[in-house]
């Protein structure tokens, strides 16, 4: 995949450090086809996101949490399961099946995700997202910084990122072809791909293409904070 070896590092030591010494309350433990959909929402508490552990099927997925989850609280229909606790400091880590679409919120906390072959939604009150995925995803935070690296060069419509408040930045394929709109209302633009913008006052504005664009595009919206989207390259 084509990310460095320093950005994975970066994004798996805190959570992988913290999970690794709990042994968590409630565990489930299924096995889900390609396309299939994971909900999880929490009130307050972190999200914590990654591929089965090494010799499990790419089908497998583990849902496990720091305290007991309902049993009424969590609904499998098909292929989609949803996880909904209204306790307040429940943090979850899920280990996602291949191909699978994952939707996270949290009102108040963070979401790592990294290695998850798969879709990501994510989406916080207050607290930052971190994602390093292969395929794509989109992430909205109220209160925080958004940080995704993401490799594929495909993805259908539009992918989404914004924050109220705080930083956004994307590590965008090189040979992606799509249309890019970055705008900020207060704050700074900085990107390394052939792209040029306007400003007015404390805002700044780029809507244009990277490699002559596509039907996809992405969209990056920021009321207070600044936007960097960068070029993921090969290791050489």
Known sequence: MACTRLALLLLLVAPLTAC?????????????????AITVRTVRGDISVYAPERGQP???????????????????????????AP?????????????????????RGSINVADFDGVVNASTGTGDIKMLIPQYGNATAGTGNISVIFASTTWPGTLHFSSAKGDV????????????????????????????????????????????????????????????????????
């Open 169 to 236: 930045e994307l590590y965008v394929n090189e040979n992606a072809a799509a249309h890019v709109h970055l705008h900020t209302d207060n704050g700074t633009i900085f990107t390394d791909f052939p792209l040029k913008g306007t400003a007015s006052g404390t805002s700044e504005t780029i809507d244009s293409t990277i490699n002559g664009g596509a039907k996809r595009a992405i969209d990056v919206e920021v009321r207070d904070g600044s936007i960097r989207v960068l070029q993921l390259k090969p290791q050489v």
């Open 87 to 107: 306790g307040p400091d429940l943090n979850y880590l899920i280990r996602g099946p291949k191909g699978a679409v994952l939707t996270l919120a949290t009102s």
């Open 58 to 84: 790419d089908s497998m997925f583990t849902i496990s949490a720091n305290a007991d989850v309902p049993q009424g609280s969590i609904v499998a229909r098909g292929r989609s399961i949803t996880v909904s």
């Open 20 to 36: 690794g010494q709990q042994t968590p309350a409630f565990t489930r433990i299924g096995s889900l086809p390609p396309g299939s």
